[in-house]
């Protein structure tokens, strides 16, 4: 059975093997949130194990990892584009080169995966593509270019028992295990011997069986709470307007009386969203606030003006006089959103105000 369908596989003609390739892509798209279809990595993770270790050479290897990348890129990324949208006179020109070109980008580091997998054929097995999958997804997660979108482990999620796990492997420990799990039947439909593929099998159940007993035990653990009493505001303020004046005063009105209700206690600490604060932040200046003890929010944060003005996507902590008790600036931020990447090379303006 794993002969012939093996065979199959690698005797489809170029365009066959293409849409194979980019149909196992994007299949992954639906393991992730909110649809948590996790078994699909049975069906894609062995397509493009099966195609990448039977290439011929470098270049038919090459292709076959950007098939695979650009449709999972596609089908789990093409609603970033919705962005280009919001000011839509100026942007949305470019809304099919970021659905088709940005996707085309991503998948490039499946082509390193793909490259590393036929320089390695004479090795391969399964530990050894988990372990260059997981190099791959590291790789990618930083940099310049980092982009830490849809790694494998956040399929762990559909299981919030198993996403416990992450507190001892991490995202990429989540990676490992899944990618492993996913090529079992590459295995089962393999040459090797039925001992080894019940040995490896029961391997992997109680691997299973144990990350799912530790979840468990780990979610039943009482927490030891403070005192502390937080509210969290979410404004919800129409993109479109954020920005303007309008959307400023809406920001002013909307986060004012969402802080202020009445409640049996008065919070200790109030914390808003990501570039929630309507105002361009200055450490050595008071801030305008609503009657809240201690505020936490995003914001944007400024030093230096004019032409030597330089910006941060921040957190801060404020206390009621408006004073900036402590802030974290983002490091890892959004290419294209947040910075444009070679900007000297590159014509282009990020699409943030």
Request: one cysteine or more; charged letters at 10%; glycine letters at 8%.
């Amino acid at each position: 059975m794993g002969s012939v369908i093996r065979t199959w596989l690698i005797t489809r003609n170029r365009w066959q093997t293409a849409l194979l390739l980019f149909a196992a892509g994007a299949l992954r798209a639906p393991g992730f949130a909110p649809y948590h279809v996790w078994p699909v990595i049975f069906i894609s993770l062995p397509i493009l194990y099966w195609l990448l270790s039977s290439s011929n050479n470098y270049r038919q290897a090459m292709w076959r990892g950007f098939y695979f990348g650009y449709g999972h890129a596609i089908a789990g990324t093409w609603w970033i584009a919705n962005a280009l949208l919001v000011d839509a006179d100026k942007f949305a020109w470019l809304f099919p080169f970021s659905v088709l070109g940005l996707s085309a980008v991503m998948a490039l580091w499946f082509v390193v995966l793909a490259l590393s997998i036929h320089a390695l054929r004479s090795r391969m097995s399964i530990v050894v593509f988990a372990t260059l999958w997981v190099l791959v997804e590291l790789a990618r997660s930083f940099g310049m270019f980092g982009f830490p979108w849809n790694l494998l482990g956040y399929m762990g999620l559909a299981s919030l028992a198993f996403a416990q796990m992450a507190a001892l492997v991490g995202t990429y420990g989540l990676s490992f295990m899944l990618v492993l799990l996913g090529l079992l039947p590459v295995l089962w439909l393999g040459v090797v011997s039925r001992r080894q593929k019940i040995l490896f099998t029961a391997l992997c159940i109680s691997v299973i069986c144990a990350c799912y007993g530790y979840g468990i035990a780990r979610l039943q653990t009482p927490m030891a709470y403070t005192e502390t009493l937080l509210r969290v505001v979410q404004p919800n303020i129409a993109q479109s307007i954020k920005g303007s004046k309008q959307g400023q005063q809406v920001a002013i009105e909307t986060l004012a009386r969402l802080s202020t209700q009445p409640s049996a206690r008065v919070p200790d600490v109030t914390i808003w969203p990501e570039t929630a604060y309507p105002f361009t932040v200055r450490i050595a200046e008071n801030q305008s606030l609503p009657s809240v003890k201690r505020l936490i929010t995003g914001a944007v944060r400024a030093e230096g003006r004019g032409p030597s003005i330089q910006l941060w996507n921040s957190i801060i902590g404020l206390n009621t006089d408006g004073d900036v008790l402590t802030s974290y600036d983002k490091h890892q931020l959004v290419p294209f959103g947040e910075f444009v990447p070679l900007r000297s090379v590159l014509p282009l303006d990020k699409i943030t105000p």
